[in-house]
């Protein structure tokens, strides 16, 4: 029988992978929008919208983990864990309103 794969799901391993997704899709978007603007592409253009969406969002995704991973204090007791569920309403709301 095959060992199980290790991975990990720490703060701090979420952060890294949220990082290094977010710095490649923000290259993309980068790419798209010189593309885009060079070749009057409105394909690119319109894509580059798509890409930028979700810069905002893996963005919005990397702070909540950073936030989240803070101690709890006295007068936070529960800590800092809603901040990714907050993170993931306004991440919901906000594709609801670019759909509508």
Do not use: C, K, Y
Request: hydrophobic residues 60%.
């Amino acid at each position: 029988m095959a060992a199980p794969a290790a991975h990990d799901h720490s703060h701090a391993a979420q952060g890294t992978r949220l990082a290094a997704a977010l710095g490649l899709v923000f290259a993309t978007a980068i790419l798209e929008l010189v593309g885009g603007l060079l070749t009057h592409s409105l394909a690119l253009l319109a894509d580059f919208g798509h890409v930028a969406s979700d810069v905002a969002a893996l963005a919005l995704a990397l702070f909540a983990v950073r936030v989240s991973a803070r101690p709890h204090n006295m007068q936070w007791t529960f800590g800092f864990h809603r901040a990714e569920v907050i993170a993931a309403a306004i991440n919901g709301l906000t594709l609801l309103a670019i759909a509508v």
